[in-house]
């Protein structure tokens, strides 16, 4: 890992402005200039002054600076100090699989990148941050930190930068230059929002400078009093807001403090909600993360004050008052509270005795409904669904093991939710935070329950994941002797699996063959998981490959496949192609190496599974070096290792998986001799992850070769490679003639009596067997075919010279 150049990624992961930024470039340039002399920078301020978005609009100003770009780090939904690395290498897209402490290997991943990190609401875990914040300091060279914070962190090397209320000019001085106030902008900028055509002019400049004034220039005041605008005139809204500044001044002429400014903005908005209203903005407060609406409703709906149906037109009505922010993205809308009104409504709900509790034990009883359905339909067509809308509930999923684990009589609900979680942790990258709960829960739940001995397999998977494979089948065999001692035959099943995977990562390839197949000879077991399933036939063909038993390792393969896709499952399937891959290495007909190789990567890349991208590059590699490609295998080796940065500290530490690499490194150094070699591999440690992707596969090399409608499959790097063990089966066949044919996804549909879904699903897996990228290519592709239209038997390939695909079927 060490040595690698950074990364040269221009795609933005800052977050979007959904709305109009008000000019600060006094605090920008400042902000610019302590970036430039400081490795941190603290934004501080009150709540509601514009922290945030003033932290953004910077980032973004100066991230073309760093060479591996700005990130964001949304800290307020985050409870527990302990995850505050655990998030920040979530928001890296940085993956743990070490048994380091967390904080220890995020040092490590960032030790040779240069990029900005923006911390973003410190203040609630100050003492978590600050250690963080001085750990990258001393052992990141390359990052510098932009903090939003009530407070400061606190460290010698901190510049602060206080941000303050809008400016606001004299009510009742010269207001011909009114209009260039941020304040007044700000207000008319909202207030157009609500009331179309809204502009400052002679006649309301000095009314909306007073209201302004009034509300000490806050950007969050002034917003939710420009709302106001839908229903009262500005007049109208400045009268009201200085009879309730009358109210709680007590008539006298002292001002306010800031902080009551802005509590008196937000009690007027909420004195101006409905009863329902006020009720679900108390209640969604518990949720830390964005939520939907199916959310609000189990969270919100009590059956008695609140009931399901009144949920939709209460957040209708806060989304209308500015009290909820309504996001969308591909057609998926969520809602979210902004930070003080989050709290505000949190303040509001704990007045009364039991509510928050009561609350929290309905949001995670939500969480566990919605993770145990996900977790019935993994093994399916819905992946990269169920993994997008567990992301974007991350902070909830927190919030409810929190909650469960941290309050008596709920750390069964914990264990449960945990465990349920578990492709969630293991196929997603969530091994470290999922390890966390786990030991949590279990430590928690330490009575002989079913719960706990899926837990106790699970810990075991996770655990053995991060190179303590000891620790990893202690767990195994807890769990395994648990459930035999309570009658839980699927238990035991995913237990003793998990052993032999166990055993595989621990080097004993005879003892993991012994395990898996007393598994196969016991046969299969009601109630297991068809995932782990999966896997288990996965860990079972590798050790027939390594052991040279080619013919039954490509069998097993088949059959798991087999069952991935009459299910349209992805991610065991991109084990499984991998696998077929590598047993052809070892069979030595490389061609079809090469292409299950480009199959499994591309279903790796389409359910984002970065560890077994790093697999599969590791793959390609040995199989570039065999076609006698030594630069393109130097490029691989480069870029696989950067992509390992991105888990751990190092590779799989497994002797077995690393003798063959590592005598790969070598014949290639050598072929290339050591300085092209190096600089190869240092080309291939430059590319982001999408690139060396594509470089893998050769889409660019492809592209730039004009071979868009050009698809006949033949030896050489831009082809598709797919050699004749990659076939389709028989359905899949069939919708690949009729594409030929001409006909749209509803008239395939139609021709077979199947859904309009299952027909697009099919010309995708089509798409990807055969790594085409439109209709067009695949009907040249039957057209050139010549082939009967009764398949033959499948069998794989006789030989590694004829690398054309063919439209036989599996039967």
Same mark, same amino acid.
């Given at each position: 890992m060490?040595g690698?150049?950074?990364?040269?990624?221009?795609?933005?992961?800052?977050?979007?402005?959904?709305t109009t930024f008000v000019?600060?470039?006094g605090?920008?340039t400042e902000?610019?200039?302590?970036?430039?002399?400081?490795?941190?920078?603290?934004?501080?301020?009150?709540?509601?002054?514009?922290?945030?978005?003033?932290?953004?609009?910077?980032?973004?100003?100066?991230?073309?600076?760093f060479p591996?770009?700005?990130r964001c780090?949304?800290?307020?939904?985050?409870?527990?100090?302990?995850?505050?690395?655990?998030?920040v290498?979530?928001a890296?897209?940085l993956?743990?699989?070490?048994?380091?402490?967390?904080?220890?290997?995020?040092?490590?991943q960032?030790?040779?990148?240069?990029?900005?990190?923006?911390?973003d609401n410190?203040e609630?875990l100050?003492?978590?941050?600050?250690?963080?914040?001085?750990?990258?300091?001393?052992?990141?060279?390359?990052i510098?930190?932009?903090?939003?914070?009530?407070?400061r962190?606190a460290?010698?090397e901190?510049?602060?930068?206080?941000? &303050?209320?809008?400016?606001?000019?004299?009510?009742?001085?010269d207001?011909s230059?009114?209009?260039?106030?941020?304040?007044?902008?700000l207000?008319?900028?909202r207030?157009?929002?609500?009331?179309?055509?809204?502009?400052?002019?002679?006649?309301?400049r000095?009314?909306?400078?007073?209201?302004?004034?009034r509300?000490?220039?806050?950007?969050?005041a002034?917003?939710?009093?420009?709302?106001?605008?839908?229903?009262?005139?500005i007049?109208?809204?400045?009268?009201?807001?200085?009879?309730r500044?009358?109210?709680?001044?007590?008539?006298s002429?002292?001002?306010? !403090?800031?902080?009551?400014?802005?509590?008196?903005?937000?009690d007027?908005?909420?004195?101006?909600?409905?009863?329902q209203?006020?009720?679900?903005?108390?209640r969604?407060?518990?949720?830390?993360?964005?939520f939907?609406?199916?959310?609000?409703?189990?969270?919100?709906a009590?059956?008695?004050?609140?009931?399901s149906?009144?949920?939709?037109?209460?957040?209708?009505?806060?989304?209308d008052?500015?009290?909820?922010?309504?996001?969308?993205?591909?057609?998926?809308?969520r809602?979210?509270?902004?930070?003080?009104?989050?709290?505000y409504?949190?303040?509001?709900?704990?007045?009364?005795?039991?509510?928050?509790?009561d609350?929290?034990r309905?949001?995670?009883?939500?969480?566990?409904?919605r993770?145990a359905?996900y977790e019935?339909?993994?093994f399916?067509?819905?992946?990269?669904?169920?993994?997008?809308?567990?992301?974007?509930d991350?902070?909830n999923?927190?919030?409810?093991l929190?909650?469960?684990?941290a309050?008596?009589?709920?750390a069964?609900?914990?264990?449960?939710?945990?465990?349920?979680?578990?492709?969630y942790?293991?196929a997603?990258?969530?091994?470290?935070?999922?390890r966390?709960?786990l030991?949590?829960?279990?430590?928690?739940?330490?009575?002989p329950t079913?719960?706990?001995?899926?837990?106790?397999?699970?810990?075991?998977?996770?655990?053995?994941?991060?190179?303590?494979?000891?620790?990893?089948?202690?767990?195994a065999?807890?769990?395994?002797?648990?459930?035999?001692?309570?009658?839980? !035959?699927?238990?035991?099943?995913?237990a003793?699996?998990?052993?032999?995977?166990?055993?595989l990562?621990?080097?004993?390839?005879?003892?993991?063959l012994?395990?898996?197949?007393?598994?196969?000879?016991?046969?299969p077991?009601?109630?297991?998981l068809p995932s782990?399933?999966?896997?288990y036939?996965?860990?079972?063909?590798?050790?027939?490959?390594?052991?040279?038993?080619?013919?039954r390792?490509?069998?097993v393969c088949?059959e798991?496949?087999?069952?991935?896709?009459e299910?349209?499952?992805?991610?065991?399937?991109?084990?499984?192609l991998r696998?077929?891959a590598?047993?052809?290495?070892?069979?030595?007909?490389?061609?079809?190496?090469?292409?299950?190789?480009?199959?499994?990567?591309?279903?790796?890349?389409?359910?984002?599974?970065?560890?077994?991208?790093?697999l599969?590059?590791?793959?390609?590699?040995l199989?570039?070096?065999?076609?006698?490609?030594?630069?393109?295998?130097?490029?691989?080796?480069?870029g696989?290792?950067?992509?390992w940065?991105?888990?751990?500290?190092?590779r799989?530490?497994?002797?077995?998986?690393?003798?063959?690499?590592?005598?790969?490194?070598?014949?290639?150094?050598?072929?290339?001799?050591?300085p092209d070699?190096?600089?190869?591999?240092?080309?291939?440690?430059?590319?982001g992850?999408?690139?060396?992707?594509?470089?893998?596969?050769?889409?660019q090399?492809?592209?730039?070769?004009?071979?868009?409608n050009?698809?006949e499959?033949?030896?050489?790097?831009a082809?598709?490679?797919?050699?004749?063990?990659?076939?389709?089966?028989r359905?899949?066949?069939?919708?690949?003639?009729?594409?030929?044919e001409g006909?749209?996804?509803?008239?395939?549909?139609?021709?077979?009596?199947?859904?309009?879904r299952?027909?697009?699903?099919?010309?995708e897996?089509?798409?990807?067997?055969?790594?085409?990228?439109?209709?067009?290519?695949i009907?040249?592709?039957?057209?050139?075919?010549?082939?009967?239209?009764?398949?033959?038997?499948?069998?794989?390939?006789?030989?590694?010279?004829?690398?054309?695909?063919?439209?036989?079927?599996e &039967?």
């Amino acid at each position: 890992m060490g040595g690698s150049a950074p990364r040269r990624d221009r795609t933005t992961h800052l977050p979007v402005e959904t709305t109009t930024f008000v000019d600060r470039r006094g605090e920008l340039t400042e902000g610019r200039r302590l970036l430039a002399k400081a490795r941190l920078v603290t934004l501080t301020g009150p709540g509601g002054v514009g922290k945030t978005r003033l932290a953004t609009r910077l980032a973004a100003h100066v991230e073309r600076a760093f060479p591996d770009g700005a990130r964001c780090v949304h800290l307020s939904g985050l409870r527990d100090p302990a995850l505050v690395p655990v998030a920040v290498a979530d928001a890296l897209s940085l993956h743990d699989n070490s048994d380091q402490p967390p904080l220890t290997t995020l040092v490590d991943q960032l030790r040779d990148r240069r990029l900005l990190l923006v911390l973003d609401n410190c203040e609630h875990l100050l003492t978590a941050c600050a250690e963080l914040t001085a750990a990258l300091l001393r052992g990141s060279p390359g990052i510098r930190i932009l903090a939003t914070s009530r407070h400061r962190l606190a460290l010698t090397e901190e510049h602060l930068l206080e941000v &303050r209320p809008l400016p606001v000019p004299d009510p009742d001085g010269d207001l011909s230059e009114a209009g260039g106030y941020p304040a007044l902008a700000l207000f008319a900028d909202r207030a157009a929002a609500v009331v179309p055509g809204f502009t400052l002019t002679p006649a309301n400049r000095a009314s909306v400078a007073r209201l302004c004034h009034r509300l000490d220039g806050l950007p969050l005041a002034i917003e939710l009093a420009a709302v106001r605008m839908r229903v009262l005139g500005i007049d109208q809204l400045l009268e009201r807001l200085d009879d309730r500044y009358r109210l709680l001044t007590a008539g006298s002429s002292a001002v306010l !403090p800031r902080h009551q400014t802005l509590r008196a903005a937000v009690d007027w908005s909420h004195e101006l909600c409905t009863p329902q209203e006020q009720l679900v903005w108390a209640r969604v407060s518990v949720l830390a993360g964005g939520f939907d609406l199916e959310t609000a409703e189990a969270v919100c709906a009590d059956g008695e004050q609140v009931m399901s149906y009144d949920v939709l037109e209460a957040v209708a009505g806060l989304v209308d008052k500015s009290v909820l922010i309504r996001d969308e993205h591909a057609g998926a809308v969520r809602y979210r509270l902004l930070d003080t009104l989050r709290h505000y409504g949190l303040d509001k709900l704990r007045r009364t005795l039991g509510a928050e509790a009561d609350t929290l034990r309905r949001q995670r009883d939500w969480m566990l409904e919605r993770a145990a359905a996900y977790e019935r339909v993994w093994f399916g067509p819905g992946q990269r669904t169920i993994v997008t809308r567990l992301r974007a509930d991350q902070d909830n999923l927190r919030t409810a093991l929190d909650f469960s684990l941290a309050t008596s009589g709920e750390a069964l609900a914990g264990l449960r939710l945990a465990g349920t979680l578990w492709f969630y942790w293991y196929a997603c990258g969530g091994t470290r935070e999922g390890r966390y709960w786990l030991e949590r829960a279990l430590d928690a739940n330490p009575e002989p329950t079913r719960d706990r001995a899926r837990a106790l397999w699970i810990a075991g998977l996770l655990t053995g994941c991060s190179e303590d494979v000891a620790g990893g089948r202690r767990r195994a065999e807890e769990a395994r002797q648990l459930a035999l001692d309570l009658g839980e !035959p699927a238990e035991a099943a995913h237990a003793e699996g998990i052993l032999g995977v166990m055993t595989l990562f621990g080097d004993d390839l005879r003892g993991a063959l012994d395990r898996f197949e007393s598994s196969v000879v016991r046969g299969p077991v009601h109630g297991t998981l068809p995932s782990i399933t999966g896997l288990y036939q996965v860990g079972f063909a590798t050790v027939l490959a390594y052991l040279g038993q080619t013919d039954r390792a490509v069998a097993v393969c088949e059959e798991a496949r087999r069952h991935c896709e009459e299910r349209g499952e992805e991610w065991v399937l991109s084990y499984v192609l991998r696998v077929l891959a590598l047993t052809y290495t070892v069979k030595g007909e490389w061609r079809c190496a090469e292409s299950y190789g480009r199959e499994a990567l591309r279903l790796k890349r389409a359910v984002h599974d970065v560890f077994g991208i790093a697999l599969t590059l590791d793959l390609m590699a040995l199989v570039a070096a065999a076609l006698d490609a030594p630069e393109r295998a130097a490029v691989l080796l480069g870029g696989a290792e950067r992509v390992w940065a991105d888990i751990s500290s190092g590779r799989v530490a497994s002797t077995t998986y690393t003798a063959a690499l590592r005598g790969c490194e070598t014949r290639v150094a050598e072929a290339l001799g050591r300085p092209d070699y190096e600089r190869a591999h240092r080309r291939g440690g430059a590319l982001g992850l999408t690139e060396i992707v594509e470089y893998a596969l050769q889409e660019q090399q492809a592209r730039k070769r004009g071979q868009e409608n050009r698809q006949e499959c033949r030896p050489g790097p831009a082809a598709p490679s797919v050699c004749d063990g990659t076939r389709l089966t028989r359905r899949e066949a069939e919708v690949a003639r009729l594409v030929a044919e001409g006909l749209a996804n509803q008239q395939i549909a139609d021709r077979l009596v199947i859904a309009r879904r299952t027909a697009e699903g099919h010309v995708e897996r089509i798409l990807s067997k055969l790594g085409f990228h439109n209709r067009s290519q695949i009907a040249a592709w039957v057209t050139a075919q010549t082939l009967p239209e009764q398949p033959p038997s499948p069998g794989p390939p006789s030989t590694p010279a004829q690398p054309a695909p063919t439209l036989s079927a599996e &039967r």
